[in-house]
């Protein structure tokens, strides 16, 4: 079993729904949790950082962390094509665990 | 910008031969890793630097692969002798563990290398 576990999708949605992305893990010492959207043939980027439990919110996009469950979500208002993209989790300190990713396509 | 860079960006070999790719942190950061993907695994930390002294290579086969940081500037990842299964996208990233918290990760475009 992969420490960090993430549906591959890929997941279709029209413009201006809301996306719901999530991972869980297995590690409880796991305190850091991030997000990195990866563009075709691009390296991945970071979207969002959250420490702990709780909720972050930037923009469009919130990060949610649910430690009691081992969850973790991102959810996207108002997804727009640019959205279109490859995201994946990761969890821990230095050594971040990478989800294998879920691909989001956005149309018009 | 500050931004990692790697070379070469496309890198296509035969079967035994060397393979050297080279990575340009974002200048200040003191952490360096190396990352494959590929479809099937996707993202796999091989090694990872601080300060220039590995941490931990133990995702990497030692047989054939070795990771250097001659300088702060300059990270190298190389393949001898290269296989077909070496086939991937190698993706350096850098980041600045000085905060205490997590190190955050700002990643480069990666080598996408294809061994025939």
């Known amino acids: 079993q992969k420490e960090v576990e993430q549906d591959p999708g890929p997941l279709s949605v029209p413009e201006g729904a809301i996306v719901s992305l999530n991972c869980t893990y297995s590690n409880s010492a796991f305190q850091y949790f991030m997000w990195y959207r990866q563009y075709s043939r691009k390296g991945p980027e970071l979207l969002m950082y959250t420490y702990s439990s709780g909720n972050k919110e930037d923009g469009r996009f919130t990060a949610q962390v649910d430690k009691s469950s081992k969850y973790i979500s991102l959810f996207i208002r108002d997804s727009q094509p640019s959205d279109s993209a490859t995201y994946l989790c990761?969890?821990?300190?230095?050594?971040?665990?990478f989800g294998t990713g879920t691909r989001l396509q956005v149309f018009p | 910008d500050a931004r990692v860079t790697q070379t070469p960006r496309d890198k296509v070999t035969e079967m035994g031969q060397e393979v050297t790719m080279r990575c340009q942190p974002i200048?200040?950061?003191?952490?360096v890793f190396w990352y494959r993907q590929t479809m099937m695994q996707g993202l796999e930390l091989l090694a990872y630097f601080r300060n220039r002294a590995p941490l931990d290579d133990s995702g990497m086969p030692k047989d054939r692969f070795s990771a250097e940081m001659p300088d702060a500037t300059l990270a190298t990842l190389k393949i001898q002798p290269s296989e077909p299964r070496d086939s991937a996208v190698y993706f350096c990233?850098?980041?600045?563990?000085?905060?205490?918290?997590?190190?955050?990760?700002?990643f480069g475009p990666g080598t996408r290398l294809t061994v025939t």
């Open positions: 990761a969890a821990n300190t230095d050594k971040l665990i």
């Open positions: 200048l200040g950061h003191n952490t």
């Open positions: 990233a850098s980041g600045d563990s000085t905060s205490g918290r997590a190190t955050e990760q700002y």
